[in-house]
């Protein structure tokens, strides 16, 4: 089976703009989480889609939004971009739909997002 | 909430040496514990993952073991080689939170 797969992998936007990142999960795999990753703070929860519905949310700011499609691929948008919001953004997905954080997750490559 | 403490933040080996990363947590509910392994460049690989109905589980050279009172879990390496070099996450799930909540990581050099 494939893997899961990120795009774009790497990014370069300025201040204030808008960006959309792409996840295309393990085939079958119907749940997405998605993560931000800093030197600073490490692997932060997003949130997380289950059957086109988001199921959990970490604690970032509404800028930072996503959905999941009836075949589970999974878009985040972050608008109005921020020089913080550089960072590598990760998706995850799952098989089993367990729910809490039990499920046992495959990562992608991931983005990495450059704000300039 | 929850909150995962990892250590050593690094860990520097000699080849053919044992290797033993810990992580502490404050949830009880919690009752999924995996460890991940990122190479630069990558995402993080799962390597090993653990259920609180076990104390412990191996797969070839890598350990995993858990105690649930004291609340901690650690991984071990043994036999080190300079392919484990990476950074390695260790993770808590099923916590009153609702999603994984990663440790700071441990970077790991083994040296040949």
């Known amino acids: 089976k494939a893997g899961v797969t990120q795009t774009p992998r790497y990014l370069i936007k300025t201040r204030g703009q808008q960006v959309t990142l792409s996840c295309s999960p393990i085939?079958?795999?119907?749940?997405v989480s998605w993560y931000q990753q800093t030197p600073g703070q490490g692997l932060q929860f997003l949130f997380e889609?289950?059957?086109?519905?988001?199921?959990n949310k970490g604690n970032f700011p509404g800028r930072f939004s996503g959905r999941q499609f009836s075949n589970s691929r999974s878009e985040m948008n972050v608008s109005t971009l921020e020089l913080g919001d550089s960072a590598l953004y990760l998706c995850?997905?799952?098989?089993?739909?367990?729910?809490?954080?039990?499920?046992?997750?495959?990562f992608g490559p991931g983005t990495r997002l450059t704000v300039l | 909430g929850e909150n995962v403490e990892q250590h050593p933040s690094t860990l520097s080996v000699q080849e053919g040496d044992s290797a033993v990363i810990k992580c502490t947590y404050s949830?009880?509910?919690?009752?999924?514990f995996p460890w991940y392994k990122q190479e630069l460049g990558k995402g993080p690989q799962l390597i090993i993952d653990?259920?609180?109905?076990?104390g412990e589980k191996k797969d070839q050279r890598i350990a995993v073991t858990l105690n649930k009172t004291a609340k901690h879990f650690s991984l071990h390496i043994t036999e080190t080689q300079p392919e484990d070099s990476a950074v390695y996450f260790c993770?808590?799930?099923?916590?009153?939170?609702?999603?994984?909540?990663f440790g700071k990581g441990t970077k790991l050099s083994v040296k040949p």
């Open positions: 889609y289950f059957s086109e519905t988001q199921r």
């Open positions: 993770a808590v799930g099923g916590g009153s939170q609702g999603n994984l909540i």
């Open positions: 653990i259920r609180s109905n076990v």
């Open positions: 949830d009880s509910a919690s009752n999924y």
């Open positions: 085939s079958g795999h119907r749940s």
């Open positions: 995850a997905s799952s098989a089993h739909g367990l729910a809490g954080g039990t499920d046992t997750q495959y």
